[in-house]
């Protein structure tokens, strides 16, 4: 009678009597030393390890790592708010890597520290420094809460506002401070504002003209040596649009609203040119990009724009990401 060839295993037992061929287990108490450290392999030491074609990279790091950091508001109140945090730099033909570690621990020298945009410069040596490159790029997401006071009710509310802090800091060493702010507000089409009043003066027709919720988002690099509050850009943005959605609403802000949008009845490229008008009159924005989509309730697409400053060698309007302003 044959008996069945087993084929050989490595991390299991194969017989009750016998131990598995390699042992697995953990030691909690292990501390090593500086020595054992030191015999550590290292692939960076490797000899002709890099894969593929010898070219540089211009970008290379970490994305979506997360950690809280303490931003100050307009009043002077401390936040501490969760970011997600984008750091990379530029690699050389002739390196094979980074330690991406490297870069988050350049956050966490500063972690404690209240941040501002211009923080993002201190990471940017730190881990420029670290990773020995030459080009270094920062983003910082994370959501910014103001206090948003109801049209006539008195009431209040918390309105988050997705922002960004993005720092690029060259070999050369020129470092550019750009910021991004996104603005949700409703848009009343004034087409159908118009045929709404045709038909209730010609026909005595009721009717409501299509309304519809809208996102712009504006991004801003800084002048040298300028300073910009989240604040600042919601209230260009507040000022510019005027029908900001709402947070805490009784009846009577509700007809404020409508009110409002009656008002301010507006295209998108209306929108785009708003912002546009309000943007360039701030000197301490030396360029700027808006996107703006409305999010159509008579069509089954979207009415989007795109304007920028014009500053050459700046933002060219080539924002193509509209499904990012779905809100």
Known sequence: MSTKH???????KTDTEEPAPVARSYDASFKPSEAYRASMPDIMDAVDSEQGAAV????????NFRLPLTFRAAGGKLLNLEAQICGTVSLEATLKGINMSRIMRSFYELKDEVFTIDSVKEVLDLFREKVESFDA???IRFNYPILQESLRSGLEGYQYYACSFEGRL????VFEKRMSFDFVYS?????SAELAEHARDTRDIYSIPHSQRSKARVFVKLAEGASLRIEDLKDH?????KTETQVMVKRED?????????????FVEDAA?????????????????IACSHLESLHSHDAVSVICKGVPGGFRADFSDFDDLIC
Do not use: T, W
């Open 6 to 12: 087993k084929p050989k295993m490595y991390l299991h």
């Open 56 to 63: 540089p990279i211009q970008q290379v790091g970490v994305s």
């Open 137 to 139: 790029r920062i983003v």
């Open 170 to 173: 060259s070999r050369s060493g």
């Open 187 to 191: 848009s009343s089409c004034p087409c």
């Open 237 to 241: 943005c507040a000022e510019a649009l």
């Open 254 to 266: 509700e007809q404020a609203f409508a009110e409002l949008n009656g008002a301010y009845i507006k």
């Open 273 to 289: 040119r708003l912002l546009y008008e309000r943007l360039a009159g701030d000197e301490r924005i030396a360029d700027f990009e």
